[in-house]
T-cell receptor, first 112, second 115 residues
Framework: ETGVTQTPRHLVMGMTNKKSLKCEQH?????MYWYKQSAKKPLELMFV???????ENNSVPSRFSPECPNSSHLFLHLHTLQPEDSALYLC???????????FGDGTRLSIL | AQKITQTQPGMFVQEKEAVTLDCTYD???????LFWYKQPSSGEMIFLIY??????QNATEGRYSLNFQKARKSANLVISASQLGDSAMYFC????????????FGAGTRLTVKP
């Protein structure tokens, strides 16, 4: 029981498809995050939501669109992705401040 | 510029021995937190240990301890009595409290424990 659940675990999609990644946290945290982990690159922070408001968008292309309907749920909507977007996408949650982030198991995304 | 530097792409350690994984960081924020995470081949990121910038003592959690040297801006992870299950990627991370809680990760160190 990680406390942070991501679905699906694996996703294969074509470049013209539209799909969404889902993240749910059961820890009562007030901040949620999307990260991208590519091979041979450090973990990249994509989006941060604090109290359901987006507080950070690290120059992420518009083909990635986050949504945080409440403090427990976070989505990443995908549209017209490129092959270089193939990666492991990790969701995390934390309490604001200096508390550690707790991660989900990730969604491994492959773009054909 | 790199905010988190892990200079060891790979490390080997004999089972039951101790190993130190290096991490240096760069920040001008006086308030920050340092974290270590473990990522096994299955992909999940597991939080191991945390050190706050104002903490006077080095953090310890079971077999994990953090050698925090603030003046040198280093936060090395020490794993004692290595076990085969410790084989994984290890990431050092820093969170800057006065910079929108910006969280940055190092490139990671792959640790292999040999029987």
């Amino acid at each position: 029981e990680t406390g942070v659940t991501q679905t699906p675990r694996h996703l294969v999609m074509g470049m013209t498809n539209k799909k969404s990644l889902k993240c749910e946290q059961h820890l009562g945290h007030n901040a949620m995050y999307w990260y991208k982990q590519s091979a041979k690159k450090p973990l990249e922070l994509m989006f941060v939501y604090s109290l359901e408001e987006r507080v950070e968008n690290n120059s992420v292309p518009s083909r990635f669109s986050p949504e945080c309907p409440n403090s427990s749920h976070l989505f990443l909507h995908l549209h017209t992705l490129q092959p270089e977007d193939s990666a492991l996408y990790l969701c995390a949650s934390s309490q604001d401040g200096d508390q550690p982030q707790h991660f989900g198991d990730g969604t491994r995304l492959s773009i054909l | 510029a790199q905010k988190i530097t892990q200079t060891q792409p790979g490390m080997f350690v004999q089972e039951k021995e101790a190993v130190t994984l290096d991490c240096t960081y760069d920040t001008s924020d006086p308030s920050y937190g340092l974290f270590w995470y473990k990522q096994p081949s299955s992909g999940e990121m597991i939080f191991l240990i945390y050190q706050g910038s104002y903490d006077q003592q080095n953090a310890t959690e079971g077999r994990y301890s953090l050698n925090f040297q603030k003046a040198r801006k280093s936060a090395n992870l020490v794993i004692s009595a290595s076990q085969l299950g410790d084989s994984a990627m290890y990431f050092c991370a820093m969170r800057e409290i006065n910079n929108n809680n910006d969280m940055r990760f190092g490139a990671g160190t792959r640790l292999t424990v040999k029987p």
